[in-house]
């Protein structure tokens, strides 16, 4: 894939042959907003994450708009066998730790892009760990790659995931504090998926994609896909977006200022949680990114 962006017609067939009436029947929809994903040309859609079951059913709502999706996975799923045959075949991107190989990643990203493909981001860099399950403060990466290539952002908020597959490691206080762990397809969940129209990031272009243009450019983004949820949950979104680094950041000063006795167990917890579980996200932002 370093040499450029392909994939398998046919291992994109079988997916579809396979997964489409498999989610047909396990999920109802709630679907709008399908005209704002575009047919043809390549494109980013930046949604919120609430669930590990996200990307597939976002992935039925994107093929259902007439697109094929296309994500950045974690590296760890291209080491299985036969998960590596049907994710290199199907064109998905892979993304590693290493600071280096993320920047490559980054780059098959722009080549997925001038091939006319359909990139699926979650700029949060892991499912929220917001109480209340609004989106957090985003990662710069997908602003980078909008910027730097001119592709179009569609935002997307979904909702109802979080009943199905609700994520382990929220904290359990909130609207997440009363989800049951483990997979409960029944009864059928209702997944509500919205798509925007593309955020207007004309007043960034030409602009050196310095810190704060990014920053600027990731919070309009996620404001947009705030809104979005809003509309799906009937709410206000909050005014200030989660920033789960500043509560990291808390912790570990409060784990700094901790009696010594508490201190290992403190900064045991704040390691668990900045390990970020979803290296498919993490993959929208390198370090160069957020210090250019």
Known sequence: ??????????????????????????????????????????????????????????????????????????????EVKFIKKVLYGTGQIPVYRDRTDAALALKDAEKALEAGQCLIFFPEGSCTRDPELWPMTGQTGVARMALKTGAAVVPVAIWGTHELLPYPKVEKRGLAGTLKKGFHPFPRKKIKVI???????????????????????????????????????????????????????????????????????????TRAEAVRPDGAADAGESKEAETA
């Not at 392909?6 to 396990?26: E, K």
């Not at 399908?34 to 043809?40: F, I, L």
């Not at 669930?51 to 094929?68: I, K, N, W």
């Open 195 to 269: 798509a925007g129209p593309p955020v207007d990031l004309s007043r960034y272009q030409g602009k050196p994609l310095t810190k704060s243009t990014l920053r600027e450019a990731t919070d309009e983004i996620m404001t947009t896909i705030a809104g979005l949820l809003g509309e799906l949950r009937g709410q206000e979104p909050p005014k200030e977006l989660y920033d789960h680094h500043k509560v990291l950041e808390e912790r570990r000063r409060a784990a700094a200022a901790a009696a010594p006795g508490d201190r290992s167990e403190a900064r045991a917890e």
């Open 1 to 78: 894939m370093s040499q450029g962006y392909g994939y398998s017609p046919g291992w994109r067939r079988l997916t579809i042959v396979v997964l489409r009436p498999l989610l047909f029947g396990l999920l109802k929809r709630d679907w709008r907003g399908r005209g704002n994903v575009p047919r043809k040309g390549g494109m980013i859609l930046a949604a919120n994450h609430i669930s590990e079951a996200d990307p597939l059913a976002l992935s039925h709502f994107v093929y259902e708009s007439g697109r094929y999706p296309v994500f950045l996975a974690k590296s760890q799923l291209f």
